[in-house]
């Protein structure tokens, strides 16, 4: 269970990563008179991945909050730690 959590982190990290090294590059060729629509094809970039990472985002959450919903309550006895009985079937 924790690898999925893991790999669910990763999954909203990497984009978001990819969005902020695509919007840098593209905002500092920008900067640079030179060609300019190289700068906004970075932006783009940078833009459509940040849009991904938070519908990567808003799905963690929804995911985190119905796992959570499903999750099943304790039984009272077992929480308490008293034992149980266990009995045998007769054979028929």
Known sequence: ???VCVRA???TGVPAVAAAVFLFLGFGA???A????VGQGLITAGLVAGAVAAGTAVGDVAWL???ARGRSEPD???AGG???EVRAQPDT
């Open 76 to 78: 009272d006895a077992a």
């Open 65 to 67: 909050l119905m796992a």
């Open 1 to 3: 269970m924790r690898f």
């Open 34 to 37: 030179g060609r300019p629509y």
């Open 9 to 11: 982190m990763l999954v």
């Open 30 to 32: 920008g900067a640079f």
């Open 82 to 84: 008293a034992e149980t």
